[in-house]
C-alpha cells in the first residue's frame, strides 16, 4: 500500500487506496479481434454487432442535472434556498460521474476479456469531426439530447471509458490502436462507396451503391476495425 486518503463528495465519503507493484492480470488469447464504435444510444458497437452500456439512465440524469441547474439560477443570493439547490446540483454531479465511471468498467472489463486487439477512434480527431459533421446533432429517439449539458455528458462518457479501457488493456495484455474516425460512419462497409446518403438514419445504414444495409454503428465498428488491422500491417512491414 503506498497511499490512504479520504475524500468527501457533498454527503458521501470515499476511502481511495493506492498500491505499488500491483501484478498485472495477463488474460488468455481469445484470437478476437474487434472495432469499436462509439455513440449515443449505445456507449459502444463492437464490429462483430454487440451494443453495450446503454447510457441512458446517464441521460436521465442529466435531464435532472440541467432543471436543478435552472432551478439553481432562479434562487436569490445568499438565500437557504439557494444553499440547497448547490447542493443539489453537486450530487447530481456526483451520480452522473459514478454512473459514467460504472458503465465505462462493465463496457471495457467485457470487451478486454474478449478481444486480443481492439480497435478505437481516436478521441481527439473525433471530437473534431462529430462537431463539423454534426452526426450528433441527430442522435436517436431513444437517448433525450435536450441541452448542450446532456450532450456533453455523453460525450465526456467516451473519454472516461477510453481511459478505463486503456488501463484494463494494459493490464491484461491486450492491444489497442487507436484510428482516424473520418468517413467510418459514412463508407460502406461491403463495398468501400463513401456518401453521406448511406447514412439513412442514426441507427440505419443503407449503401446507395451495392444495396448494403446494415445497423449504422456496427457497419462502422467494421471499418474502424479495417483501418486498425490495416495500420497494425504497415506498422509490422515497416
Ligand atoms: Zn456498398
Not at 452526426?135 to 481511459?163: C, H, M, Q, Y
Not at 457497419?219 to 497494425?232: D, P, T, V
Request: hydrophobic residues 40%; glycine residues 8%.
Amino acid at each position: 500500500m503506498k497511499t490512504i486518503s479520504v475524500k468527501r463528495e457533498g454527503r458521501r465519503w470515499y476511502v481511495v487506496l493506492s498500491c505499488d507493484g500491483v501484478p498485472a492480470q495477463t488474460l488468455p488469447a481469445t484470437g478476437a479481434v474487434a472495432g469499436i464504435d462509439m455513440g449515443v444510444a449505445s456507449l459502444v458497437t463492437t464490429s462483430d454487432g454487440r451494443h453495450l452500456a446503454n447510457p441512458r439512465h446517464l441521460a436521465t440524469s442529466a435531464d435532472r442535472l440541467a432543471e436543478a441547474q435552472r432551478d439553481l439560477t432562479r434562487k436569490k443570493r445568499g438565500s437557504k434556498r439557494r444553499r440547497k439547490a448547490v447542493v443539489r446540483v453537486a450530487a447530481l454531479h456526483a451520480k452522473v460521474r459514478r454512473q459514467r465511471l460504472d458503465s465505462a468498467h462493465k463496457a471495457a472489463l467485457a470487451l478486454v476479456g474478449d478481444y486480443d486487439v481492439m480497435v478505437h477512434e481516436d478521441l481527439r480527431i473525433a471530437n473534431m469531426t462529430r462537431s463539423a459533421s454534426g452526426t450528433l446533432e441527430a442522435p436517436g429517439r431513444n437517448v433525450a439530447a435536450k441541452s448542450g449539458l446532456n450532450r456533453s455528458i455523453l460525450d465526456a462518457g467516451w473519454g472516461v471509458f477510453l481511459t478505463v479501457l486503456a488501463h484494463k488493456a494494459e493490464s491484461a495484455g491486450r492491444e489497442l490502436i487507436a484510428v482516424n474516425p473520418a468517413n467510418t460512419s459514412r463508407t460502406c462497409s461491403r463495398c468501400g462507396h463513401c456518401a453521406q446518403e448511406n447514412r439513412v438514419t442514426q441507427a440505419e445504414f443503407a449503401c446507395v451503391a451495392c444495396g448494403h444495409t446494415a445497423h449504422a454503428d456496427v457497419n462502422a465498428a467494421i471499418n474502424i476495425l479495417r483501418a486498425g488491422l490495416a495500420l497494425r500491417q504497415a506498422a509490422g512491414a515497416a
